[in-house]
């Protein structure tokens, strides 16, 4: 049976920007370099830092040896992303590493792991009313 968790995502959800690499082409004028061709789309998602439990559950290796950490977040969207899909929002800018296929228990729900592939962005006191967010 499967459940929709469109109302819990919703509550948690945040504004997300998504670019997507949408093709490319190789510029003979420039070297012969690969220039991508991107989508860029406004959306949200509910967006999770990594657990020490999700970073254990998972056992998804990372690049050349490498594995996720807590500074990683795991996306809660109803929409597909594409692996390797930069993903900015408040929390920093991430790149789509993989997804976890929950498909037989919630409808339409996907949930993708994504490294951090930006600086990290902190709240400031201006936003937050004291002290900057240092986590």
């Known amino acids: 049976m499967a459940y929709d968790f469109r109302g819990l995502v919703a509550r948690h959800s945040m504004p997300i920007t998504v670019t997507e690499e949408t093709g490319g082409y190789y510029d003979h004028n420039n070297g012969g ?11 949200t998602a509910a967006v999770f830092n990594l657990s020490g439990r999700d970073v254990r559950g998972y056992a998804v290796q990372y690049g050349e040896g490498g594995s996720f950490t807590r ?40 949930i993708y792991v994504a490294k951090r592939s930006g600086e990290r962005k902190f709240a400031d006191a201006t936003t937050t009313g004291g002290e900057p967010d240092y986590e």
């Not at 370099?33 to 959306?43: L, R, V």
């Open 33 to 43: 370099k690969w220039t991508a061709i991107t989508a860029t789309w406004d959306t």
């Open 71 to 110: 500074e990683d977040v795991r996306i809660h969207i109803h929409q597909e992303l594409a692996l390797g899909a930069r993903i900015t929002c408040r929390k920093g800018t991430f790149t789509v590493a993989t997804q976890v296929d929950f498909s037989d228990h919630a409808q339409g729900l996907r």
